[in-house]
């Protein structure tokens, strides 16, 4: 989608369609507002006193204007609850349902002040940046496989910021910025786990990472198989052993501040198709197991956005690459792995395989001497059944960047839930025979799963996000389809946008 902004009066663009945010059970309406009620003849007043516009959450009326008129052919009416209770994430999910609503009305383009006009709860820059983040993401769709995509109403190609004095110009083109590059990060994490497995394979992935390598200041190092066992990869190894598909082991860094600065290494499971391996997991669902990979596919996305946004820091983004298959080299219940870090660990489920390629990665980071380490995975069921559809599980070992982590997701509108990280939990992992086995047994299965991890990352400040239950959506939400949602770039991109702010 093109986005752009622009200084203009709303009673005068011609505008295909105008969305005008409105505030529940407000019947005192703004003086520009006031201006496009004339253009309707009373239309909008007519729409609240009458109570058809109530100006709910994410309520649309849509009408038309006289044609007489040069400026906006169509008003869009998109409600935003309550005044007092507006968020960014309202500011969003009402730009989602108002593309959406173009979209249905077979119009091309949108053009839209400040949503709400200027609040005091935040920001101008924020409310843009989410007001493009909501459209790109309502607008999305995943057609590539369609060979007839025609009887389905097209996408919405223009959205217009209107900038209604010259003021707020340099604002609003900063907040539309980000907000398309965050946006499209999202779309495209979702566009990599939309695609089946039989695509987006660990080779398929590593083209990917060339063309984020394409972007200034990005290198790209793949390790092969022969590296991987030079360095003594045991776990990412292990996992492939059952699979026709090389593993890959990729590591992007964009060096965006002076080389002296220590960088924030993001890892992220990238298992392009997790089928448990020897320790099949049921048929049902299991086409979801594409987007086991999810974790990956936003390291790329939020590298090639830092990269795109020149953000004045240095970045590595790990992603250990490999299918979870149930071949006739697979490992099985019981077999030993002498991991990247040199632990032994003991494999009682093969299904629980995404610790064990992240223990490599997460080893392979330390080595790297980061500020800080952040590793998000699709990684435990056990994340489903604690948190639902709607939280991220972050666990980890400091507090300041834990903090930082929440904040962001605040913002980004990807929030997480902290689960705890106490080394009594480690009990459940002890091993008769290795050091650890890779499973915790009965009860706190996030949590086990997440000690694992800290076994590899030693004292280095980290956060791990489970995002197992927030990955995929099983439902239409104003501006997340039903599938693949790419949760977990946005939160990503602002933690790094955060960190910078100020220099
Ligand atoms: N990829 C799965 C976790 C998952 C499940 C993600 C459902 C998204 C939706 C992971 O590799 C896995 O299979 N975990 C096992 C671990 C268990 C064997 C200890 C699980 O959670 O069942
Ligand atoms: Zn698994
Ligand atoms: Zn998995």
Known sequence: MKIQVKKGDVVKEPAEVLVLGGYEDETQMDAWIDAVDRLLNGQLRTLRTTKEFQGKLNQTVLVHTPNKHRGPRRVLLVGLGKRGEVTLDRVRQAMGTAVKRVRQAGAQSLTVPLLGGNTASFEATDQAQAMVEGTILGNYRFTHYLTNADD??????VMTLLATDASQLPTLKRGALRGEISGEATAYVRDLCNHPANVMTPARIVEEAKLVAKEKGVRLTVLDRKQQEKLGMGGLLGVSRGSAEPAKF????????AKRE?????????????SGGISLKPAENMEQMKADMTGGAEVLATVRAAARLRLPLNLVGILPATENMPGGRAIKPGDILRMLSGKTVEVQ?????GRLVLADGL????????ACILDVATLTGACMVALGQFAIGMLGNDDSLKAQVKAAGE???ERVWEMPLWEEYFEQ??????????IGGRGGGMITAAM??????ENVPWVHLDIASTDWSQSERPYVGKGPTGIGARLLLQFLLNRTQGK
């Not at 990729?250 to 501040?257: D, E, F, P, R």
């Open 429 to 438: 992992l002890k091993s008769d025979v290795a050091d650890m086995r890779n």
């Open 349 to 353: 489920n093969t299904d629980a395989e």
């Open 452 to 457: 694992f991890l800290s076994k590899f990352v």
């Open 363 to 370: 080893a392979y980071a330390v080595r790297l001497k980061p």
């Open 250 to 257: 990729i590591v992007l860094t964009y060096s965006g501040a």
């Open 262 to 274: 220590p960088p924030v290494v993001l890892v992220g499971k990238t298992v392009t198709f997790d």
């Open 152 to 157: 389905q109403p097209k996408a919405v190609q």
């Open 411 to 413: 913002q980004a509108g």
